[in-house]
């Protein structure tokens, strides 16, 4: 099956500085999303990408669809300790017929020391 | 807008035990999807409806899972009976579809899942 490989696995980082964190695949994928995901709460949708190149940001985030379409970046800018948390990267792929399938990457967990 | 609803938050059994977790998604969404998400790892597509129908089940372990949703809005996942290896958050995520010309837009909402302990 398809796979994205999201790097890095764990960080940590002073509160106030940029973090970037990617994910990469060997497939195309039509789609791609930035979740984060809080202990004991499920994800919830940063960013959405529809198309290759595309640079989209939300406030202190900015989130890019590579031009191959098999990667993407995010970054956050001038982190702050609620910015803790594990953040997955997921790429849909859209298969006909009202089906598709999301994929989603093992996770980067980040800490922010204040 | 309320979001997507589970229960339990929480449930420990035994092995050989059966267990069943409940979903109620975002209204107006048609697409529910279920997701077993392992620790340290990111969620797993289960199963996916769309209205009261499958769409893709092809990762969900037939022989002990099963899941429905006869009316087209919540829905519910069984296992029986459950194995060690089923410890893990059942997270339930529910979507619309919004087509803007050539690009579909699929963003799923999730709810805050159920954590299985099996003992």
């Known amino acids: 099956g398809q796979q994205l490989n999201q790097s890095p696995q764990s960080m940590f980082i002073q509160e106030g500085e940029d973090v970037s964190m990617n994910c990469t695949s060997s497939?195309?994928?039509?789609?791609w999303l930035w979740y984060k995901q809080d202990p004991g709460e499920g994800p919830v949708l940063l960013i959405a990408?529809?198309?290759?190149?595309e640079l989209t940001s939300n406030g202190r985030l900015t989130a890019q669809f590579g031009i191959t379409r098999k990667d993407s970046f995010l970054n956050i800018s001038a982190s702050i300790p609620s910015d803790v948390g594990i953040y997955f990267c997921?790429?849909?792929?859209?298969?006909?017929?009202?089906?598709?399938?999301?994929?989603f990457g093992k996770g980067t967990k980040l800490s922010v020391i204040p | 807008e309320a979001g997507v609803a589970q229960s339990p938050r929480y449930k420990i059994i035994e092995k050989r035990q059966s267990v069943a977790f409940w979903c109620n998604p975002i209204?107006?969404?048609?697409?529910l999807y279920w997701y077993q998400q392992i620790l340290g790892q990111g969620p797993k597509l289960l199963i996916q409806?769309?209205?009261?129908?499958?769409?893709?089940d092809s990762q969900l372990p037939k022989d002990r899972f099963s899941a429905e949703r006869l009316k087209g809005v919540d829905s519910t996942l069984k296992i029986q009976p459950a194995k060690l290896e089923d410890s893990a958050v059942y997270l339930c995520?529910?979507?619309?579809?919004?087509?803007?010309?050539?690009?579909?837009?699929?963003?799923?909402?999730f709810g805050p899942g159920t954590r299985l302990t099996v003992t």
């Open positions: 409806f769309q209205n009261n129908g499958v769409v893709d």
């Open positions: 997921a790429g849909w792929t859209y298969s006909g017929a009202g089906s598709y399938q999301l994929t």
């Open positions: 995520a529910s979507s619309f579809q919004v087509r803007y010309w050539d690009i579909l837009s699929v963003e799923q909402y």
């Open positions: 990408l529809y198309k290759a190149g």
């Open positions: 497939s195309i994928f039509n789609t």
């Open positions: 209204s107006g969404h048609a697409t």
